[in-house]
């Protein structure tokens, strides 16, 4: 199977589009069944596309857990106190809307990555090539530099260590050599950096009149997508000012009745948020099937014969 993820095949209007509405509705909303959505997609996509291990789990696991019992020692709102610590209330409503925004971050987390994953720097210099080349060239060197970031570091620590001059016998030792090899990474930045830029600049870069070659074009998954967008940001725009998802937890929890408007909204965004897996699965059991066709007696009797 290519490493390339079906999803990031689409338009990059129509990426850019879609990132834009899951990850408003992701950071603005106050509503756990959202969240919870958000979160299920998000790392389902993650698992189909890049994996999911034990200890990420586990990492990813601890930090909810942090930031949900975090909340309850800052926030003290709510009807419902389960104790005292040093004579303040622990209400249940803080602890329930920490963790609701551990749901929301971890979630914001995950579409982050996929983001990165699917907008490379050719789609993000197609976006904002034309109406500012600047921006365009600076986010698209800006994300060509931190992958090129880790790997230097890597190599520069294998080749210390190789020569024995990384020393990680105390945490502190560790950090010191961390930080020479960050010394050193600094500077072949700042050099390659301006090799860059004057590599482009002799190149033309920023000269008027300049144009480029486009290889994007729209398909129909391409409009499917942005109706299933649009329609989703609709009935999110409406159930938003007609309170249908209205969720509040201060002073106690109260949610609205679900009604038709609700189910709309919580089942687009849900189809919305699927999207990514279900291109997903569906790429991957067509390459399957095309490749156990290929590997059947009839397919390679013809392969032998030609």
């Given amino acids: 199977m290519s490493n390339e993820s079906a999803f990031s095949r689409l338009h990059p209007l129509t990426l850019s589009l879609w990132f834009f509405f899951v990850l ?42 942090l930031i949900a019992l975090l909340n309850p020692l800052f926030s003290h709102h709510g009807v419902t106190v389960l104790f005292f610590l040093n004579d303040l209330p622990v209400t249940l409503e803080s602890l329930l809307f920490g963790g609701m925004m551990s749901l929301v971050v971890m979630s914001s987390v995950l579409w982050c990555g996929a983001l990165a994953l699917c907008m490379t720097s050719d789609k993000v210099i197609w976006l904002f090539g034309k109406p500012f080349p600047k921006l365009a060239v600076l986010i698209s060197l800006t994300l060509r530099l931190l992958p090129a970031i880790k790997t230097s570091y890597g190599r520069m620590k294998d080749a210390r260590t190789a020569a024995g001059l990384y020393d990680d016998s105390s945490p502190f030792a560790r950090i010191s050599s961390s930080l020479r090899i960050f010394s050193a990474l600094v500077t072949m930045i700042l050099e390659d950096s301006i090799d860059t830029a004057d590599s482009m600049k002799a190149r033309g870069l920023m000269l008027r009149g300049r144009t480029s070659c486009s290889i994007f074009r729209f398909r129909p998954a391409d409009f499917a997508v942005l109706a299933l967008v649009l329609l989703s940001a609709a009935a999110a725009a409406y159930s938003s000012v007609s309170k249908a998802v209205l969720f509040t937890f201060y002073p106690a929890v109260s949610y609205g009745s679900m009604g038709a408007v609700t189910a709309l909204t919580y089942g687009s965004f849900a189809l919305t948020a699927v999207v990514p897996s279900f291109m997903e699965v569906t790429l991957w059991k067509q390459l399957h099937s095309t490749t156990y066709r290929s590997n059947t007696p009839q397919a390679r009797n013809s392969r032998s014969t030609v």
């Fill in 24 to 65: 408003t509705v992701t950071v603005m909303t106050v509503n756990p069944i959202l969240a919870a959505l958000s979160l299920l997609f998000s790392a389902l996509y993650k698992a189909l596309t890049t994996g999911i291990s034990i200890k990420g789990i586990s990492v990813s696991l601890a930090f909810m857990l």
